[in-house]
């Protein structure tokens, strides 16, 4: 079945600083989103992409779509505290396939 | 408005036990989705509605797993005769018809003792 590989699976940064990480699937798929995941909470969408090359951003986060539609990346700029959680990559179209996450932790 | 609400928020049940978990998804959302969380498996799908189709229960992980959604709306995962391994955070979602957006509620955190 599909798989998708999230690196890296954590990341301990200063407060400022910039994040990036990035997913790679074993299939192509039409669509790569990006949730973030607080402790105790359910995942909430930051980005959407849905055509390769496509690059989108929401305030400090910048994701793109790759252009062999088997990879896509999240850039997060100058790191807040509140940025803390776990970040996914997922693919699909009803049935998402999930990254195993990139816990990311700010030291301030 | 309300996102998508879930309840209980916790459960703690003791093997053997059945368990009914709620989802009440956005209004006006026609898909609703179940996931399970846990430390070894990351986030999987387990079942799919849309509307007044039957649903996707590919990623159900065997027939102690069943999910029922009344008048479109809310939804219930049932869980018979649970075992350890089925401790896990149970996550809904619900997204319009057209749109791969989902939107997650909380999760309920079950743990079978």
């Known amino acids: 079945g599909q798989q998708l590989n999230q690196s890296p699976q954590s990341m301990f940064i200063q407060e400022g600083e910039d994040v990036s990480m990035n997913c790679t699937s074993s299939?192509?798929?039409?669509?790569w989103l990006w949730y973030k995941q607080d402790p105790g909470e359910g995942p909430v969408l930051l980005i959407a992409?849905?055509?390769?090359?496509e690059l989108t951003s929401n305030g400090r986060l910048t994701a793109q779509f790759g252009i062999t539609r088997k990879d896509s990346f999240l850039n997060i700029s100058a790191s807040i505290p509140s940025d803390v959680g776990i970040y996914f990559c997922?693919?699909?179209?009803?049935?998402?396939?999930f990254g195993q996450g990139t816990r990311l932790t700010i030291n301030p | 408005g309300a996102g998508v609400s879930q309840s209980p928020s916790n459960k703690v049940t003791e093997k053997g036990k059945d368990v009914e978990l709620r989802c009440d998804p956005i209004?006006?959302?026609?898909?609703l989705y179940w996931y399970r969380q846990s430390l070894g498996q990351g986030l999987e799908f387990l079942i799919y509605?849309?509307?007044?189709?039957?649903?996707?229960k590919s990623g159900l992980p065997s027939d102690r797993f069943s999910a029922e959604r009344t008048g479109g709306s809310v939804s219930t995962l049932t869980i018979q005769r649970t075992q350890q391994e089925d401790s896990a955070v149970y996550l809904c979602?619900?997204?319009?018809?057209?749109?791969?957006?989902?939107?997650f509620g909380p999760g309920t955190r079950l743990t079978v003792t």
């Open positions: 997922a693919q699909g179209a009803q049935k998402l396939v």
């Open positions: 209004s006006g959302h026609t898909a």
């Open positions: 992409l849905y055509k390769a090359g």
């Open positions: 979602a619900s997204s319009p018809t057209i749109t791969y957006e989902q939107y």
């Open positions: 299939s192509i798929f039409n669509t």
């Open positions: 509605f849309q509307g007044n189709s039957a649903p996707d």
